[in-house]
């Protein structure tokens, strides 16, 4: 009945869980630094979180690239600016819609994947099981795939920005009607490595974003095949708007000096 | 005899759930306990406890003398290296081999080279019953029985000082329960394991414990030699081991 007893009860809920969040994160970075690592699974690991998530990201990559293009061209035309494509694409991609996008297919996949699985190993008591024979479940489970995604992401991005500014190069040149070795020279004359490397900081970032609350919804996740469900949402959402969010962070710190 | 396990009220609750309400145990150096009680009466809860799985929310727990109560981290691993467990539902890790399953501990907390590991787990399956044929199926190719069989040799595999079962016949067939019964007693009489047991099965009960303690409304309302469970002059003992649904422990069913 009481508005602000509900509230308050609200928000308590969300401190207590900030607090076990940030318990789990700094537990997880602590174990990361203590031996042993464990290389068969960090593999495993990157297989899984990088490899797999390639064609996902390249082909999100490729058509954002393309419509880029061509919003860049319609926009422009109004200006009589439509050269400037090569350029805007470039920079669109390396330093926001490559990382972003990239960060949000794979949490889509990733993130959801993990808290899947680790989600189901909790609720059939393999994690107390991995415990109970003298092996620490954060060690285990969360580090390999931390360190796999802060590693995959700036590959993934990497080549997402390559794969994205041909995509804005196929329509460039196949539609509108862009001569190809002047907008690869306009590309590369124009891209700094800043912008690149701003994109692949925030790359890692997003990787580390994205297996963290996969680890963290699964470890967290209570009953049965319901409860695992709830975590899955749960880590593919959190990670979701943690990424925007720290995206529009490091973009203030990155450009602005 | 000394003591291996001692629990002196230990306590815990979830939510407005009570579960354990003082529950106090010794548990002998080479002893075969069976812990016994209705479903839902906090068996499993009780010996994750010891294990550190579950933190009790009072009381204190000892392991051979020293207190574990609220051990963690390496100490608590260290402790931990000590035990063997056979989880209710098996607890295998799917996303591993049978094999790896059971050499886990041998691998993962021993540092043993994985060849020498794998010989080692095929052994071991071969005592519960299981041919090296199944070493490279994955668990989810397994039945229920054989699932916790696996459970079984990974607890085992490590060859630990101190074992818990939690249901180790439940879902076999009453051949293969009595094999299981037999290793649980040999292990326990060869080797001077000590171990702690959950059952329902009181033919099991009676075949491979010592002692067998009754856990009721979240304390030990009962315990004694095996040899006395018929004579134990308790009649919420009496009624459970005969299963009879009059009496004084009132199941929570609703119509
Ligand atoms: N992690 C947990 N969170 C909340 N409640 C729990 C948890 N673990 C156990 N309980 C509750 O504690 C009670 C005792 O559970 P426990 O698993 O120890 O029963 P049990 O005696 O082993 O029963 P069974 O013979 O059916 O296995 C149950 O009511 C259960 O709902
Ligand atoms: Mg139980």
Not at chain 1, 83 to 107: D, K
Not at chain 1, 172 to 199: C, E, R
Not at chain 2, 183 to 195: F, N, R
């Amino acid at each position: 009945m009481n508005i602000f007893a509900s509230v308050g009860r609200l928000f308590l809920l969300f401190l207590a869980e900030v607090g076990r969040l940030t318990r789990f994160t700094f537990s997880s970075i602590t174990s990361i630094v203590r031996p042993p690592i464990y290389w068969r699974l960090l593999v495993q690991q990157i297989m899984r979180i990088g490899w797999f998530s390639l064609p996902v990201v390249g082909l999100t990559a490729f058509f954002t690239g393309g419509a880029l293009a061509l919003q860049i061209f319609i926009g422009g035309n109004r200006y009589g600016a439509e050269a400037i494509v090569p350029q805007i694409v470039v920079l669109g991609i390396t330093r926001e819609l490559g990382p972003v996008i990239a960060g949000l297919m794979v949490a889509g996949r990733v993130a959801a994947a993990i808290a899947a699985e680790i989600g189901t190993m909790r609720v059939t008591e393999q994690i107390d099981a991995l415990t109970t024979l003298s092996t620490n479940p954060v060690k285990y489970l969360v580090v390999p795939r931390l360190i796999a995604a802060v590693i995959t992401m700036p590959i993934l991005v990497g080549i997402a920005d390559a794969i994205g500014v041909f995509g804005g190069y196929i329509v460039a040149t196949k539609s509108l009607n862009f001569n190809g070795a002047v907008y690869l020279k306009n590309t590369a004359d124009f891209v700094t490595s800043h912008d690149v490397m701003s994109g692949l900081v925030k790359a890692a970032v997003f990787g580390f974003i994205i297996a963290l609350m996969g680890c963290y919804s699964g470890f967290n996740s209570k009953g049965g095949a319901q409860g695992v469900g709830t975590a899955t949402t749960n880590a593919v959402v959190s990670s979701s708007i943690l990424i925007l969010a720290a995206n529009y962070l490091l973009t203030s710190i990155l450009f602005t000096s | 005899m000394d003591t291996k396990i001692e629990l002196q009220g230990v306590k815990k609750r979830f939510g407005q759930k009570v579960v354990l309400d003082g529950v106090d145990l010794k548990i002998g150096k080479g002893e075969s306990v069976v812990i016994i009680g209705g479903s839902g009466s906090g068996k499993s809860v009780t010996i994750k406890s010891v294990l550190g799985i579950v933190r009790p929310d009072a009381g204190k727990i000892y392991v051979d003398g020293k207190e574990t109560t609220h051990l963690h981290g390496r100490a608590r691993e260290d402790v931990l290296k000590k035990f063997g467990m056979l989880f209710q539902g098996a607890a295998l890790f799917d996303s591993l081999p049978v094999w790896e399953n059971v050499a886990f501990g041998l691998i993962q907390g021993r540092g043993m080279g994985r060849r020498k590991a794998k010989d080692i787990a095929i052994a071991k399956l071969a005592k519960v019953g299981l041919g090296s044929e199944v070493a490279n199926l994955s668990p989810s190719e397994l039945s229920g029985g054989m699932q916790k069989r696996v459970g079984l040799a990974r607890a085992i595999a490590a060859d630990p000082e101190i074992l818990f079962f939690d249901e180790p016949t439940t879902g076999l067939d009453p051949i293969m329960a009595d094999v299981i019964n037999d290793l649980i007693v040999s292990t326990v009489k060869d080797l001077g394991v000590t171990a702690v047991s959950i059952t329902h099965d009181m033919v099991s009960a009676r075949k491979i414990s010592d002692r067998i303690a009754m856990l009721y409304k979240g304390k030990i309302i009962w315990q004694g030699p095996t040899k006395d469970i018929d004579a134990s002059g308790n009649e919420y003992v009496d009624q459970f081991i005969h299963g009879r649904a009059d009496g004084p422990i009132k199941m929570e069913v609703r119509g």
